[in-house]
């Protein structure tokens, strides 16, 4: 008698257990994966691929099929720093083609010159990839696009790193700094928006040699 009391007792459990409404947390969620960081990582990679390649181990031709112009209107003002200057008879205002680079000062950088300047701006490696933050004082002329490609560059033993602004696939400015590593440069930017560290900068440098 005992016995099939128990066993009624545990069927009728399992009938309210199986009635019962299904919680949220009950729900296994499956095929759903957030994106990861690596993931992140991965894709800014692919984007700046081309210019590595090219950067460091493609032609003259490679390189300058990486580079962006920017169209600006020249004006003949005084100072450092200002918008590219006219051309002898050619109008103030007028729109020029030029690539803008930052060092001690502001220069441009016009297409028939693009592969001297190139050829004169060998990059060594390739040490650390950064999210740029925006500097709202910044000449509209020199744009500063969305990542810094940190590369390391010597000469009579004096390092002088160069960075190149990337946007949308392309390099949009070079800044060039003298004397200073790129250790220190890269000192200055926020841990937060360092993408590439120099340990993975490194791997990748190499991959491409």
Known sequence: MFTRMFIV??????LVSACAPVRATDV????IEPATETNTNQAIKDELQPILD??????????????HYSQTAC????????????????AEGTELEVFPTLGSEGSFIEPEN???????????NLYAVYRVTPNPNIEPYFPEGE??????RDMNDISLPVVLRV???KVVRMDFSFGVSAADLLKEVPVENVLITPQEAKAWTESVR
């Open 114 to 124: 693009m592969h001297t300047f190139l050829n004169n701006s060998i990059l060594k």
């Open 75 to 90: 004006a003949n003002v005084e100072g450092l720093g200002g918008p590219p200057p006219c051309s002898e008879g050619v």
């Open 28 to 31: 296994l969620e499956v095929g």
């Open 9 to 14: 007792m545990i069927v009728l459990l399992m």
């Open 54 to 67: 090219a950067m460091l181990g493609g032609s003259l031709d490679e390189q300058v099929a990486v580079i």
């Open 147 to 152: 990542y810094a490609m940190l590369f390391e």
């Open 167 to 169: 946007m949308d696939g």
